[in-house]
């Protein structure tokens, strides 16, 4: 099955800079790649998703990159703010396989003020 | 995107008991997974819910320990069956559909206790 690792379990920055988690993935029929925030005890939200058919996305301050060679993508967020402390996943889902996610172990954004 | 009530959101049990959890979804989905969260941990999948069929589990985890029933589009239960304290975790639904895959929503989740 999918293997999703993800890069780096903790990251602490100063308020209005960038932050950047990276994941990678083994099964290469992958073909979606969603992000997920999870405040504490709250549920995991979605907050932006790359398909294998393109290399970047972008929604205001956090985007999206996806290598499809080298089966790893990245969630960048600019202008980090104290909202944006929470726990972020990536997830890898593949055509035919029910739409199952795989997830990463997950990153704790701190954001500093 | 679908709207999902779990409940219970909280419960403590004695070990050897069962819990049924539940999760209502607002509009009718083709896809509901189950999950499980350990404390400070990611999500691992425990099995899909198969509208009127058998669920499909994941390596490591059985039918008779955590049977779930789907009986329509809306509506899927996870009973976590003679539980110990290793069970003790938050169980997480999720729900959307098939069609061209996108991510899906998940439900408040139950915060599952076993003394």
């Known amino acids: 099955g999918e293997n999703v690792e993800q890069h780096p379990s903790t990251l602490s920055v100063q308020e209005g800079d960038s932050a950047v988690i990276k994941c990678t993935y083994s099964d290469s029929a992958s073909n979606y790649f969603p992000w997920y925030k999870q405040e504490l005890g709250k549920r995991p939200q979605l907050i932006i998703d790359?398909?294998?058919?393109?290399g970047e996305k972008k929604d205001q301050r956090i985007a999206v990159t996806l290598n499809k060679t080298a089966k790893h993508f990245s969630l960048h967020i600019t202008e980090t703010q104290p909202e944006d402390s929470a726990v972020y996943f990536c997830?890898?889902?593949?055509?035919?396989?029910?739409?199952?996610?795989?997830f990463g172990s997950g990153t704790k954004l701190n954001v500093k003020p | 995107s679908a709207v999902i009530s779990q409940k219970p959101s909280r419960d403590i049990c004695q070990r050897g008991t069962s819990l049924t959890i539940q999760c209502q979804v607002d509009?009718?989905?083709?896809?509901m997974f189950w999950y499980r969260q350990q404390p400070g941990q990611s999500l691992t999948l425990i099995a899909t819910?198969?509208?009127?069929?058998?669920?499909?589990?994941e390596s490591g985890f059985v039918i008779d320990k955590f049977p779930i029933s789907r009986p329509n589009l809306t509506f899927s239960t996870l009973t976590v069956s003679n539980m110990s304290p290793e069970d003790s975790s938050i169980y997480l639904c999720?729900?959307?559909?098939?069609?061209?895959?996108?991510?899906?929503?998940f439900g408040s989740g139950t915060r599952l206790t076993v003394v």
């Open positions: 997830a890898a889902s593949r055509p035919n396989n029910f739409n199952k996610f795989y």
């Open positions: 790359i398909r294998s058919n393109v």
């Open positions: 999720s729900a959307g559909t098939d069609r061209a895959n996108y991510g899906y929503t």
């Open positions: 819910a198969n509208q009127g069929s058998e669920a499909t589990y």
């Open positions: 509009s009718q989905v083709t896809m």
